[in-house]
């Protein structure tokens, strides 16, 4: 199996969801120590924004860039990613990543019925983590985005593993986190 796990936290080793991907990588290890990992860390290798010189091909090295991330994504059984809450969103350098993933013809495409998703079989696994608690509230648009980009392109089994409540206390942000390391030791087998 190939699995590809993605961090986007700027916090580096304070990261509530670095410790929870890296605890589903590990977890998936530990079933089956064949799996191969590729690792990409959105924050300490920011991939560029996309600009017109990237999408019109005028930048050879972004435009292969662009691709050899797709080509990752779309080698991965698995996908594992960790994305924190920025001011409700994900961060920018996920949604860089993002931006490479959702290719019209590759991972889409339209028809006359409307858009069709081209990616199947894939197994994607987000750990959210916020400071204040908004799942299921209007305030979370990292949840509903993410639903609609991996269903937009095909992705039917997408899971989801929160840490919340991070800014309260120490006690509370030990607790959140321990809470979802344990939904994520139980997150049926993957793909």
Do not use: C
């Not at 197994?123 to 509903?144: C, K, M, N, Q, W």
Request: hydrophobic content about 50%.
């Amino acid at each position: 199996m190939k699995l590809l796990h993605l961090d986007s936290s700027a916090l580096g080793a304070h990261s509530a969801t670095r410790e929870i991907t890296a605890a589903i990588v590990a977890r998936q290890l530990q079933r089956d120590s064949a799996t191969r990992v590729v690792h990409r860390d959105l924050a300490a290798q920011p991939l560029p924004h996309l600009d017109g010189a990237i999408l019109g091909g005028e930048d050879p090295a972004g435009a292969a860039e662009s691709a050899a991330v797709l080509e990752e994504f779309l080698a991965a059984d698995t996908v594992v990613i960790g994305a924190p809450m920025y001011n409700f969103g994900i961060p920018s350098a996920l949604k860089a990543w993002v931006d490479r993933i959702a290719v019209a013809g590759r991972t889409f495409r339209y028809t006359a019925d409307g858009p069709e998703g081209l990616v199947q079989g894939k197994t994607v696994i987000v750990a959210v983590a916020a400071g204040g608690l908004h799942a299921a509230r209007p305030s979370d648009f990292v949840e509903p985005y993410l639903r609609q980009v991996f269903g937009f392109i095909g992705v039917t089994d997408l899971r989801f593993v929160r840490a919340e409540g991070l800014a309260f206390s120490p006690a509370q942000r030990r607790a959140a986190i321990d809470a979802a390391l344990d939904d994520a030791v139980d997150l049926p087998r993957a793909a």
